[in-house]
């Protein structure tokens, strides 16, 4: 071949351009997250996992309030020796990150021992730090549930001014917000708090095995370790107990009629002690499991299915077929974790030294301790607790809309956190002077500009890395929280020149080779386009899909390692899948014939 | 069967691999196999007593231990030589009576269950012992169709003691002639539909979580003779999961012919991208090399067939696994004092 070797490098970040047109939506993100020069010389790449899509201002907030927490438990809390944080920039309205290794040795020396005294604590002591966690982590939704919603009466109720309380309104509006923040803020720290440890814990283990069996695949790990009544299958088990009570109650045959959420709901209020029995239960179900949103927390629109009762429901039909069927849809919780037992024990036996016994006891145990709070604490950060937050600056959305800021709540997320507190302000001192307030001229025609600069960034493909290649990816957190390794990095570089055009790489998720047809999900908007038997290409998924995948045949993301919630849902419903392509929803067309080998981690587009 | 002729012919059920001096390594093999209840075709060994006093009828004749022990295995054509003559010899020696009539009575009652071929397959004393490499250097016969070409291959597997292979073998790994005697598997041949091997361990990276199985259309004689290039699967020994599935195109098939041994055909162009084995067929081949491999307590070298008729997986064969078993892996770890140092494998940089 004559063609010109392709440079194993990425672009620069300074080759990158702003998309002409959204300069001044660019230039709203802080200046601490833009790139510089400097940024040349290191390596970064597009954290697609968790921010797919282009973020809003509002949203940022997100990757700032939880890389400040990762950071801080890397660098400050439990110093791990290896890795400090991580650093993040934003081009496009793409979310990119670098990390801090540690290199010099007698460095990482220092930190080790400092590990040793925090880390080693935590492991040691982890049932009871992890039912504190809990506690401190309720006490937050708690906290965040109580906070009062954003109001401007035209005067200060009579019964404040007689009770002496002494501030007025608008104080309260700074006071909620600033609260609110710092709750979200507090929030990240918990989840970071065990995140790195449990991950840390679990891969020691996971690297025993692939020595000991080299050709062991991922999921069978996983299958050792993964809990059996963890929260995240709460959601999808609620639905299935409401399904089995409407099959109980009679009043099943209102689901099959295609209604609204909530006209189904105004119907089964009219159907007497059955119908309210059900409404009943769906109440029980609904605080807390439904407090979790359609995405993985970092988007204002993934919204609750307590927000919108429409997914929920709409896999509602189907569970009840199945229960009227004859299934009873109980996960057989007990048989589930004697298989699991079976199979640590059966590996067990093929390791052929005690020596080996005793080392791969020790490490399932730890993995054992470690993961209840690997696979639960999603629920109570980036669900629950995230779900309270967006709701809570939807409120300032509505208070600001309410007084000319925006034509709709929803305009708030177009704003950073910072330039929220100036509108709240800006509110408070117009209300206090009996004034006009600046913003209604202000807000407006910048939210159009930033939301119409989304629309924008959204049509381009952004590099999945910049810079230059590492020779090895040595930092744990980069691996562990994203899978992302030389290999892959290698693979990433390689696609076009010498890799077969039809075929697609990722990570075994869950084993079975399925063909159908391909359709592509780039938000939650389009799942109603996909039909029985279609193969799911998207983005990233989370437990949320779950309803959806007794629909599809199989499932592709972009993004995910075998330890992905995508890769833990599909085992868990036993659907063929493939995550962390890298660019599946890109490089497959809607509409064309694939097949999954769930077990190789292929996909081939068979057009 | 006559009383007296326990002496000289052994069924697989009363065999073990205890009886290896009297039956060969494959002998004994079949019947530890048989008494474990796994399916193997049925059959009888002609053992070692009757090729003793086959051999001291002709010892006295002439010599032929002392002359094999006497040769320098480097003198080729020597070898070669004395083979060629020691062959020839026992080949043409006659069965002595008692011999001869226990291996028909055996031979009816196993044609009289199934009315088939038999194979006829040397099983020597050294098998499977010091070097499992020597178990290919003896003759084995298929689709043998009647009891004077059995009894004739009986003999010629005795000779087969004598190869060239064989002799040079012997002596440069200094076994004693003396020791080395010859047993003879008599089995009903398996019109096998598909037949392969299996081995419970992987070959590639010696994992013993998975088994490798390699298959093909016909018997199994073209997937050991490499005429082939069979299906291959990788499978998890203990989940079942079919991590690695290769169909190939397997253009031609080995199968029997009326008159006696095999021929190789072309496989029809429909069947040759046609996996051999059915998922539930590979399944159950998972379970039988599970049971052998916990029965001996090492992992195995398997051959099997599926009979054409029946759909029985039946084993042909197994031996312990030599190429991984022999090598001294070091450990994968070992415990620490503090459970917690396992994860400064992860986090202290070393990884």
């Avoid at chain 1, 910072?418 to 800006?426: P, T, V």
Wanted: charged share 25%; proline share 5%.
């Amino acid at each position: 071949m004559d063609m010109p070797t392709k440079p194993k490098q990425f672009p620069l970040p300074s080759s990158l351009k702003v998309v002409p047109g959204t300069e001044s939506a660019q230039a709203a993100y802080p200046y601490y997250t833009q790139f510089e020069p400097a940024d040349d010389q290191r390596f970064w790449f597009y954290n697609s996992m968790h921010f797919p899509e282009p973020m809003s201002a509002f949203d940022m907030v997100t990757a700032e309030a939880a890389y400040c927490a990762l950071g801080a438990s890397n660098t400050r809390v439990h110093c791990l020796p290896t890795t400090l944080g991580i650093d993040h920039r934003i081009i496009n309205g793409r979310v990119y990150i670098g990390g801090n290794a540690v290199t010099d040795p007698q460095e990482i020396a220092r930190r080790l021992e400092e590990f040793k005294q925090r880390a080693f604590y935590y492991y040691a002591n982890w049932e009871r730090l992890y039912a504190q966690w809990r506690e401190k982590m309720m006490g937050l939704i708690t906290a965040a549930q109580e906070l009062p919603k954003p109001q401007l009466p035209e005067f200060e109720p009579l019964a404040n001014v007689h009770a002496g309380v002494g501030i007025a309104a608008n104080h309260r509006l700074l006071d909620t917000y600033q609260k609110t923040l710092e709750g979200y803020f507090r929030m990240w720290h918990h989840h970071f708090e065990f995140l790195l440890l449990g991950y840390g814990a679990y891969l020691t283990f996971f690297d025993f095995c692939k020595k000991a069996f080299p050709e062991i695949t991922d999921q069978t790990i996983a299958r050792m370790v993964a809990g059996i009544e963890a929260e995240i299958f709460r959601p999808d088990d609620e639905l299935r107990r409401l399904a089995r009570c409407a099959v109980e109650l009679g009043v099943d045959a209102h689901f099959g009629k295609r209604l609204s959420a909530n006209e189904l709901i105004a119907t089964l209020q009219t159907q007497g002690q059955s119908g309210l029995a059900w409404l009943k239960e769906l109440e029980v179900s609904r605080h807390p499991w439904f407090n979790i949103n359609v995405g993985d927390g970092f988007y204002h629109y993934h919204r609750a299915w307590n927000d919108d009762l429409s997914m929920p429901f709409a896999s509602l039909p189907d569970y009840i077929q199945r229960v009227k069927d004859g299934e009873s849809l109980h996960r057989p919780v007990e048989k589930l974790l004697a298989e699991r037992q079976q199979l640590i024990e059966d590996y067990r036996e093929l390791l052929t030294t005690g020596e080996e016994r005793a080392a791969y006891d020790q490490m399932i145990t730890l993995a054992h301790r470690v993961f209840p709070y690997v696979e639960g604490h999603k629920f109570y950060c980036e669900h629950w607790y995230t779900n309270l937050f967006f709701n809570k600056i939807r409120e300032f959305g509505a208070l600001l809309a309410e007084h000319g800021f925006f034509a709709d709540a929803e305009d708030v997320f177009h704003l950073t956190h910072y330039e929220l507190e100036s509108a709240i302000i800006d509110l408070m001192t117009a209300w206090s002077n009996g004034s006009a307030p600046r913003g209604p001229g202000r807000w407006p025609g910048i939210v159009a500009e930033r939301r119409a600069a989304i629309r924008e960034w959204a049509k381009h493909e952004t590099p999945p890395a910049l810079g230059v290649v590492p020779d090895v990816i040595d930092d744990p957190a980069i691996v562990m929280l994203w899978g992302i390794t030389r290999e892959s990095l290698d693979a990433w570089l390689s696609t076009g020149a010498d890799a077969d055009p039809n075929e697609l790489k990722g990570f075994a998720a869950c084993r079975g080779v399925v063909e159908g047809t391909a359709r592509i999900v780039k938000s939650v908007d389009e799942i109603s386009r996909l039909q029985k038997g279609d193969i799911l290409v998207c983005q990233v998924t989370n437990p949320t899909w779950a309803p959806i995948f007794s629909k599809i045949s199989a499932a592709v993301s972009d993004i995910g390692g075998s330890m992905s919630h995508a890769a833990i849902v599909a085992r868990e419903y036993g659907l063929p899948a493939v995550v962390g392509t890298g660019n599946g929803t890109s490089r497959i067309k809607d509409g064309q014939r694939i097949r999954v080998d769930g077990g190789r981690g292929i996909v081939t587009i068979l057009q | 069967m006559a009383q007296n002729d326990s002496g000289f012919v052994g069924w697989f059920a009363e065999l073990g691999l205890a009886d290896r001096p009297q039956v060969g390594g494959k002998g004994g093999s079949l019947g530890e196999l048989e008494r474990a209840g796994i399916a193997v075709p049925p059959g009888f060994v002609v053992k070692t007593a009757a090729f003793e006093q086959f051999l001291a009828a002709a010892e006295q004749e002439a010599p032929i231990r002392a002359r094999v022990a006497a040769l320098d295995p480097e003198d080729l054509a020597g070898v070669t030589a004395l083979s060629r003559q020691l062959r020839a010899r026992v080949h043409a020696a006659p069965l002595p009576p008692d011999i001869s009539a226990a291996i028909e009575r055996a031979y009816t009652r196993l044609n009289a269950q199934q009315q088939a071929a038999v194979a006829v397959r040397s099983s020597a004393t050294t098998e499977d012992a010091a070097d499992a490499s020597f178990a290919g250097l003896q003759d084995t016969y298929l689709w043998v169709r009647s009891l004077e070409q059995t009894l004739d291959k009986v003999r010629s597997c005795w000779g087969s003691l004598y190869s060239v292979e064989s002799i040079t073998y012997r002596r440069r790994h200094g076994f004693a002639e003396a020791d080395v005697a010859m047993a003879v598997v008599v089995q009903t041949m398996v019109d096998a539909r598909t037949a392969g091997v299996m081995f419970t361990r992987s070959p590639l990276t010696g994992d013993r979580s998975v088994m490798a199985i390699e298959g093909s259309w016909g018997l199994g004689s073209a997937v050991v003779g490499g005429e082939v290039t069979p299906d291959r699967w990788v499978i998890g020994k203990i989940t079942g999961e079919i991590s690695v599935r290769e169909i190939s195109n397997k253009q031609i098939c080995h199968v029997p012919l009326t008159e006696g041994g095999i021929e190789s055909v072309e496989v029809p162009e429909a069947r040759r991208h046609t996996a051999c084995m059915s998922d539930e067929e590979l399944q159950a081949l998972r379970a039988i090399g599970r049971k052998v491999e916990r029965h001996y307590g090492r992992p195995q070298d398997i051959e099997w067939a599926v009979d054409r008729h029946s759909g029985a997986i039946l084993l042909l064969q197994s031996r312990p696994e030599t190429v991984w078993s022999s090598k001294e892996a070091a450990p994968v770890d070992r415990p620490a004092a503090d459970p917690s140092l396992h994860v400064l494998k992860i986090f202290g940089g070393s990884r």
